[in-house]
Structures are given as structure tokens and as C-alpha cells.
């Protein structure tokens, strides 16, 4: 079975521009969340999508952004980049509804903005 | 604000003895507690999790412990291996949000 892919895996924008990451869960996974690591907050929760809807939000300004298709892709959107957002983008999917299943990361997406 | 903590940023440990990676959190809500191994240019895979109604659980070589009271969370690792060296994560779920800590980067000398 493949693993969560993430593309792209690296990108470089500069201050202001928007930015669109995506990402394939694990094939009959239906809940995909998205995470932003960075070295000094560690990784911080985004969103979580289920079936299209979002289930789940983090402390992230109106900025961040994301969408659930109905293959369960996922894209996240960042708009009006700051230094701020350079970080690891990850995301992680899971097949049922319980919160305590477990997760599965992709490899991520290393964002600089410069 | 912060919720989980790992205060430890990096650990080195002698291959063949004990690892412990601590976990400290605030929030008395969390229900359900996770480790997390990630390796440089991977994801976090899991590792292993323990309920809040348990004070123990162990699989293999990893045991994590569990003190409510304390509001600590840790991950023993005995026999400790060269494999092993990574970032681990700890995290904890309250309602439907995972709330990870910063890491600690393990190194195991052989």
C-alpha cells in the first residue's frame, strides 16, 4: 500500500506570494490533518479534514488554508507568505473516525520563504 | 502556549542501556498520549500511545509511563540500539486535536 505523498517536496517563494501544497493520503483513508514544524515550536496542528468537511482547527491566523477533495486529496493554502512560514509542512492521514487512530506522515513539504 | 513540553532538546545514550525521553503537559484534558519517531527527510511514524486510564504500556523495547498526578509522560527504550537514533515526538489528544512537543533529538553511541 503506498505511503501519504506530498508534493511539492521543497519550495521557495518570497515574501507576500501565496503557496498551494498538496497532499494524497494513504489509499481508503478518509481523514487527512496538516502540521507546521518548526525547530522551535515543534510541530503545531493546522486542520483536519474528514470527508471533505473541516473537523478540526488549530491556533493558525485566517492565512492558512486548506480543502479536502472528494478522493480525499488535500491541498493547504498559505496566502501573503512571511518569513514566519518558512517551516516543514507535514501532513498525516488516518482511515476511521476515532481521533486515537493512528496517524500516518507523509515526508512533508520544506517551504523558505524569502 | 505550549501544552506539551519536552524540555530535553537532545539526549546520548550508550548503545545497549536505557533511554528515557520525558514529556511534560498542562493540560488536564488530555485523554490519550502518543509517541512519535521521526527520522531527518520523514515523516513522524508512531511509536506507541497509552490511554489516560493506564499508567503503563509497554511493546517490545519501548514502554512509556504514564503519571497523572505529575503531568508526565515518558518513553523508556531498553535495550537502547544505533537504530534508534532519531527526533522523538511526544503528543497528546484532547477532544480531536493532537498537540505535539518541540522533540528530543536522541543519538545512541555504539
Known amino acids: 500500500k503506498a505511503g501519504v505523498t506530498q508534493t511539492p517536496r521543497y519550495l521557495i517563494k518570497t515574501r507576500g506570494q501565496q503557496v498551494t501544497l498538496s497532499c494524497s493520503p494513504i489509499s481508503g483513508h478518509r481523514s487527512v490533518s496538516w502540521y507546521q514544524q518548526t525547530p522551535g515550536q515543534g510541530l503545531q496542528f493546522l486542520f483536519e479534514y474528514f470527508s471533505e468537511t473541516q473537523r478540526n482547527k488549530g491556533n493558525f491566523p485566517g492565512r492558512f488554508s486548506g480543502r479536502q477533495f472528494s478522493n480525499s486529496r488535500s491541498e493547504m493554502n498559505v496566502s501573503t507568505l512571511e518569513l514566519g512560514d518558512s517551516a516543514l509542512y507535514l501532513c498525516?492521514?488516518?482511515?476511521?473516525?476515532?481521533?486515537?487512530?493512528?496517524?500516518?506522515f507523509g515526508p512533508g513539504t520544506r517551504l523558505t520563504v524569502l | 502556549d505550549q501544552q506539551v513540553k519536552q524540555n530535553s532538546p537532545s539526549l546520548s545514550v550508550q548503545e545497549g542501556r536505557i533511554s528515557i525521553l520525558n514529556c511534560d503537559y498542562t493540560?488536564?484534558?488530555?485523554?490519550?498520549f502518543l509517541w512519535y519517531k521521526k527520522y531527518p527527510a520523514e515523516g513522524p511514524t508512531f511509536l506507541i500511545s497509552?490511554?489516560?486510564?493506564?499508567d503503563k504500556n509497554e511493546d517490545g523495547r519501548f514502554t512509556v509511563f504514564l503519571n497523572k498526578s505529575a503531568k508526565h509522560l515518558s518513553l523508556h527504550i531498553v535495550p537502547s540500539q544505533p537504530g534508534d537514533s532519531a527526533v522523538y515526538f511526544c503528543?497528546?489528544?484532547?477532544?480531536?486535536?493532537?498537540?505535539f512537543g518541540t522533540g528530543t533529538s536522541l543519538t545512541v553511541i555504539p
Open positions: 497509552i490511554s489516560s486510564i493506564k
Open positions: 493540560n488536564s484534558m488530555f485523554d490519550y
Open positions: 503528543a497528546a489528544i484532547a477532544g480531536n486535536q493532537f498537540y
Open positions: 498525516a492521514s488516518s482511515s476511521l473516525t476515532g481521533v486515537t487512530d493512528t496517524q500516518y
